[in-house]
């Protein structure tokens, strides 16, 4: 099958996180099962080529943080039409609207009731806002997602967490359109045999951003 991915961020983005890694693992897993995957993401800073390909699957990078989601929009016109069999728009903060595009009846091979469409959540921002956009784009964004949100509610989602399942819910996404799936590590195991600090000890993974409150 022909699968078409839409993210703001990719595996190689400066500000990828742990949802990029999940993302990058779950698309070379399907390349190695034989699937066709397509990628279309922001560009960065020193970025490499607009069009490249990052474990086995083709990433199509486009305007930057804020402008890809409408060159997201013309480059599908454009060029992935009648191409994807299945599309999956991972949301984090704003999303693509790619249902009200990618799921038109536009081919004879392949019509809207062929063509699936799947949202994918880590979570909502909701708080995040406050803490990652500088006011009044937080308080807008804040005000705006129950409405995007929504909008998007008809959606079958894929999220990873019955957390996020349950604040969608709140938000009118129907509990059987929610699939949870959980996210493997791909980790060497850490040796249980090591000697352990004297003091009890902590330790965080992952980036230390204000919305992680790793302090706290």
């Known amino acids: 099958m022909n ?43 020193k970025s490499k080529q607009s ?30 039409q009648d191409w994807a069999d299945i599309t999956i728009e991972e949301i984090n903060t704003i999303p693509f609207f790619t249902k009200f595009y990618t799921q038109i009846k536009n081919s004879k091979s392949k019509s809207k009731s062929q063509r699936k469409h799947f949202l994918f959540f880590h979570q909502l921002a909701r708080e995040i806002w406050f803490y990652e956009m500088i006011f009044p784009l937080s308080l807008i964004g804040y005000l705006l997602e129950p409405i995007y949100l929504y909008l998007l509610s008809d959606q079958k989602v ?10 969608l ?8 359109n929610i699939q949870i ?3 493997g590590v791909h980790l060497t195991p850490i040796d249980l045999n090591s000697e352990k600090y004297q003091k009890p000890t902590l330790l965080s993974l992952g980036t230390v951003r204000s919305m992680k409150r790793t302090l706290h």
């Open 3 to 45: 699968i078409l991915w839409f993210s703001w961020k990719d595996i190689e983005h400066p500000l990828a996180g742990g949802a990029e890694v999940v993302t990058d693992q779950i698309l070379q897993r399907l390349v190695r099962d034989g699937h066709q995957v397509k990628l279309i993401t922001a560009n960065f800073p």
């Open 51 to 80: 069009t490249t390909t990052i474990n086995g699957y083709e990433v199509i990078r486009l305007g930057n943080r804020f402008s890809v989601y409408w060159q997201a929009y013309k480059y599908y016109k454009k060029n992935l």
């Open 158 to 167: 894929i999220t990873v967490s019955n957390s996020t399942k349950l604040d």
């Open 169 to 176: 819910q709140k938000y009118h996404f129907s509990s059987d």
């Open 181 to 183: 799936i959980s996210e």
